[in-house]
């Protein structure tokens, strides 16, 4: 049986009202996105030190700005320390730091790169050559990509990246609240891949120097890791997912199962699944959409990146944005394929409320930070979430309230599908 995803049945925001969700069908509720926080009565710090967290300090070797053009020069030769929260020095190094990003490149607060020449540990995470400095800028809760890649840790993929909040101090200037991540690479402790093995991103900047259009689909394919992969390797890359596409346009193979024969199912239902949760708009564009192949494998999906802008909103609480896009409108049409997906909802429905105390255990955490940081770059003037206007608190409730909502809609969704 063919399923026309347009065919489906959703509700736009004017027939959305607030007591039309049967909040008894799961164990969350609304009042689960109330949060009474007395640790954050006090809300005055006197300074980024006073915060808790840990302070990263970069300097460039001459004091120059790092270059946030479309360019994006990176710097070399510069001094890092970092401090964690016990006022213990964890590492004094010399990295390459350079601004990262394309439309974030516009935004007042820029996001950085570095990149050890050895492998470093930073913040007791396992040791990695290249780290991401993530601004989070128009995201006033600074919890967005924290929340998807802890909902993406407990889903079976193989690996979500890392990360630890910190203040940065650029040549003795504080930037604020960042949130340092592992960068998406190969590496044993990261995408645990052969160096036979790449790692690709569907984006429509399609600015890496390896990339391509696939045949079908007119997917935008871009090489992350290897940087410069081998003819044979960037040749059997394309070829393929020539072949997977050619099955997803063939109905008989498609509703065979034929794609089983080129992708890791439960990968891309995990992999679905959470970017539907949070309501990730830009997976449609493409933008941000990974997926890893060794060379003797099937492809998979992840790992999760990017969710800062968009997501955890209202606006999309219920409806879909995910499941009808890129590849996934294709497996949808497979009975198979739908039926392992509820399958895996009816799992990670549970384990996905957990991330409701962690969320708050979070907030708690990096408020004091937050408070600085928000003064330092307002953004009521701005529309980049709708909660430009909101306390912090407030801000931290509706994307609780967002969750929950996406949750419980999605699961009488997927039960009707």
């Known amino acids: 049986m063919i399923l026309a995803i347009s065919g489906c049945t959703e509700r736009t925001n004017a027939d959305e009202e607030k007591d039309d969700i049967n909040w008894t069908d799961l164990t969350i509720t609304e009042n689960d996105a109330v949060i009474d926080w007395t640790s954050l009565a006090n809300t005055y710090i006197k300074s980024y030190e006073d915060t808790g967290l840990p302070v990263i300090y970069i300097d460039t070797p001459d004091g120059s700005d790092i270059d946030s053009s479309d360019e994006k020069i990176p710097t070399e030769g ?70 998807a890649f802890q909902l993406a840790r407990m889903t079976d993929m193989a690996w979500t990246p890392r990360s630890e909040y910190a203040e940065l101090v650029l040549n003795g200037v504080h930037l604020g ?44 394919y871009n090489f992350k890791d290897p940087d410069d992969p081998t003819d044979e390797m960037f040749q059997e890359i394309q070829d393929y997912v020539a072949e997977f596409e050619e099955c997803l346009y063939d109905v008989d193979r498609l509703t065979s199962g034929g794609y089983k024969d080129y992708i890791d199912v439960d990968s891309f239902i995990d992999y679905i699944l959470v970017n539907e949760v949070c309501g990730n708009a830009e997976i449609k564009y493409p933008k941000s959409v990974f997926m890893y192949k060794d060379r003797d494998s099937l492809m998979y999906a992840g790992p999760v990146w990017d969710f800062d802008y968009g997501t955890f909103s209202s606006t ?18 497979d009975d198979g394929y739908r039926s392992r997906l509820k399958e895996r909802w009816n799992t990670l429905k549970m384990e996905f409320e957990k991330v409701l105390p962690m969320l708050d255990e979070k907030a708690d955490e990096i408020h004091p930070s937050q408070v600085i940081n928000a003064e330092m770059w307002p953004i009521e003037q701005w529309d980049v979430n709708g909660e430009e206007q909101m306390t912090y608190v407030e801000a931290v409730e509706t994307l609780k309230l967002n969750l929950i909502r996406k949750i419980v809609w999605l699961d009488l969704y997927i039960k009707l599908m």
């Not at 990262?100 to 540990?121: C, H, M, V």
């Not at 999309?316 to 049409?333: E, I, R």
């Open 316 to 333: 999309y609480s219920n409806t879909l944005l995910a499941m009808k896009t890129t590849y996934f409108s294709f497996l949808m049409n």
């Open 177 to 220: 609240l960042y949130q340092v991540v592992e960068a998406i690479r190969r590496n044993g402790s990261r995408v645990n891949i052969s160096d036979d093995g790449v790692i690709l991103e569907l984006d429509s900047y399609y600015d890496e120097d390896y990339k391509f259009y696939s045949p079908k689909r007119s997917l935008p």
């Open 78 to 147: 510069c001094s890092i320390k970092i401090v964690g929260a016990d006022g213990v020095t964890q590492l004094e190094y010399i990295c390459r730091t350079k601004a990262r990003g394309n439309q974030s490149l516009t935004f007042p607060k820029k996001s950085y790169n570095i990149k050890f020449e050895n492998k470093q540990s930073v913040l007791g995470m396992p040791k990695g050559k290249r780290w991401c400095l993530l601004a989070n800028w128009g995201d006033k809760t600074a919890l967005r990509n924290e929340v």
